[in-house]
């Protein structure tokens, strides 16, 4: 019967999602990040913008989207839309070409990250259930500067490193109240290292270093909620 087929079609989707949860840290640890810039030294890094593929060819818009043809990470309450007949994988990595300039050099960077891995499926005909992994993070960079030693015109070099980054893990669930209504609410962890260090060489004190190496360790629970709303206008009045 239909309501059988309904029943085993959601054990199959519970049990794939359990086998995915337990390959996320694998399927994580296989690609290689690499985000260097100099602006992560400040807060908790250099923050990715949410949004999958379709929203990023919109500007970023997209909290309005349905989730019929993808998981849609704006907006919690889109997973109501899901197709029960389907069984949802996105994942999405992305890389940039940059230029930083000063007035008296310059370089081109190109970085590389995984970005996210989702997945998703219709629990019930109103409620859909969605599971992920991103990168909500990066530290990466390495400048080096030279000050005065106080007192004197003589001058020390300075290096600043920092390495580490945020991940998130989500569970979102979106609910239909109603003919074109729906809430969603997304629970999330987030945990990371931030690992920074600041090295002073003094070359006229016989190449005295001094080096300060704090490592900062980091981790929360977030909630969140959505709300979607689709009326269709009538043109012919």
């Given at each position: 019967t239909i309501t059988d087929m309904t029943y085993n079609n959601t054990t199959a989707a519970i049990r794939k999602t359990l086998i995915?949860?337990?390959?996320?840290p694998?399927?994580?640890?296989?690609?290689?990040?690499?985000?260097?810039?100099?602006y992560s030294m400040f807060g908790l890094g250099s923050?990715?913008?949410k949004g999958d593929v379709r929203s990023f060819g919109m500007g970023g818009a997209g909290l309005a989207l349905p989730s019929e043809n993808g998981l849609g990470n704006l907006n919690v309450a889109s997973l109501a839309g899901l197709d029960s007949l389907l069984f949802y994988i996105d994942l999405q990595t992305k890389a940039t070409l940059t230029n930083y300039s000063?007035?008296?050099?310059s370089e081109q960077v190109f970085d590389s990250?995984?970005?996210n891995l989702s997945f998703g499926f219709k629990a019930g005909s109103w409620w859909g259930v969605g599971f992920g992994l991103s990168s909500l993070?990066?530290?990466?960079?390495?400048?080096?500067?030279?000050?005065?030693?106080?007192?004197?015109?003589?001058?020390?070099?300075?290096?600043?490193?920092?390495?580490?980054?945020?991940?998130?893990?989500?569970?979102?669930?979106?609910?239909?109240?109603?003919?074109g209504l729906s809430v969603g609410l997304n629970a999330a962890y987030i945990w990371g290292n931030l690992?920074?260090?600041?090295?002073?060489?003094?070359?006229?004190?016989?190449?005295?270093?001094?080096?300060?190496?704090?490592?900062?360790?980091l981790h929360n629970m977030i909630w969140d909620a959505?709300?979607?709303?689709?009326?269709?206008?009538?043109?012919?009045?």
């Open positions: 995915l949860l337990v390959a996320l694998l399927a994580v640890s296989a690609f290689a990040q690499n985000n260097s810039s100099p923050f990715n913008t000063t007035t008296s050099q990250n995984f970005d993070s990066q530290t990466d960079y390495n400048i080096q500067t030279e000050n005065y030693i106080q007192g004197t015109l003589s001058k020390y070099t300075i290096l600043y490193e920092g390495q580490g980054g945020l991940s998130k893990a989500y569970w979102s669930n979106g609910w239909r109240l109603a003919k690992i920074t260090s600041r090295t002073s060489t003094f070359t006229q004190i016989n190449g005295e270093t001094l080096q300060n190496e704090p490592t900062y360790y959505g709300l979607q709303y689709h009326y269709s206008w009538n043109k012919s009045k």
